[in-house]
């Protein structure tokens, strides 16, 4: 069975990550290479793992995580599709099962706020790691003067935690935001439709998104 590890050391896996990051990084948006697919990977994962899913549908879940956003390297508009297709073109020469590789390109393809569904438990699990996956360290410009929106967002956020608490079937976004950079009301302006996203993600999984931001209860 092919493994997590075998996808991330894959050497054409690697290329097209960077590739696919290089014109993301050319149009201006926030870093979307090995740390980004990395956190993904590991975090949806995570959520499986905690939930109680068995081994192989937590790894085939990092599967989809490190190439979720590897359609990037098409073009940003459709990219979940588009990456959805890369994906099992790759897995399918790897020799992946079928029930596996269906499982991954559905996730895959489902990622996108656009046009995305919470299709499965794997599904679920890889939006909300996507979505919640906001950071000081993804934003690659330097000059705060020439930040936009999402720039300064993402670098307002100081602290980023997902936690997951069985007991109360919950599942919190708690962020820290300098709000020197960027307000709370900015944060809505763009991550609201991600959000609810999430919230619908967690559904699947039987659980409650809640947003906690400064230590105020969102949502």
């Given at each position: 069975m092919i493994t997590y590890k075998e996808i991330r050391s894959n050497e054409t896996i690697?290329?097209?990550?960077?590739s696919a990051d290089a014109s993301l990084a050319a149009l201006g948006f926030t870093e979307h290479s090995f740390a980004h697919v990395t956190h993904v990977a590991e975090m949806a994962g995570n959520i499986l793992s905690e939930l109680g899913y068995d081994e192989r549908t937590v790894e085939i879940t990092k599967i989809a995580g490190f190439l979720h956003d590897i359609g990037n390297l098409v073009n940003r508009v459709d990219h979940s599709q588009s990456g959805a297709i890369i994906a099992f073109r790759i897995l399918d020469k790897m020799g992946m099962e079928p029930q596996e590789m269906a499982k991954i390109v559905a996730a895959i393809g489902n990622h996108d706020e656009g046009t995305g569904v919470p299709v499965s438990p794997l599904a679920a699990a890889l939006i909300i790691a996507d979505k919640s996956d906001v950071r000081r360290s993804r934003v690659r410009e330097k000059d705060l003067n020439v930040h936009d929106i999402h720039d300064r967002v993402n670098y307002s956020v100081t602290a980023s935690k997902l936690l997951l608490n069985k007991a109360t079937s919950e599942i919190t976004l708690k962020l820290t935001i300098d709000t020197t950079y960027s307000s709370v009301m900015d944060y809505f302006e763009i991550f609201l439709s991600r959000m609810l996203?999430?919230?619908?993600?967690?559904?699947?999984?039987?659980?409650?998104?809640?947003?906690?931001?400064?230590?105020?209860?969102l949502l």
């Amino acid at each position: 069975m092919i493994t997590y590890k075998e996808i991330r050391s894959n050497e054409t896996i690697r290329t097209y990550v960077q590739s696919a990051d290089a014109s993301l990084a050319a149009l201006g948006f926030t870093e979307h290479s090995f740390a980004h697919v990395t956190h993904v990977a590991e975090m949806a994962g995570n959520i499986l793992s905690e939930l109680g899913y068995d081994e192989r549908t937590v790894e085939i879940t990092k599967i989809a995580g490190f190439l979720h956003d590897i359609g990037n390297l098409v073009n940003r508009v459709d990219h979940s599709q588009s990456g959805a297709i890369i994906a099992f073109r790759i897995l399918d020469k790897m020799g992946m099962e079928p029930q596996e590789m269906a499982k991954i390109v559905a996730a895959i393809g489902n990622h996108d706020e656009g046009t995305g569904v919470p299709v499965s438990p794997l599904a679920a699990a890889l939006i909300i790691a996507d979505k919640s996956d906001v950071r000081r360290s993804r934003v690659r410009e330097k000059d705060l003067n020439v930040h936009d929106i999402h720039d300064r967002v993402n670098y307002s956020v100081t602290a980023s935690k997902l936690l997951l608490n069985k007991a109360t079937s919950e599942i919190t976004l708690k962020l820290t935001i300098d709000t020197t950079y960027s307000s709370v009301m900015d944060y809505f302006e763009i991550f609201l439709s991600r959000m609810l996203m999430c919230k619908k993600a967690a559904d699947t999984l039987g659980l409650q998104f809640r947003l906690n931001i400064n230590g105020q209860l969102l949502l």
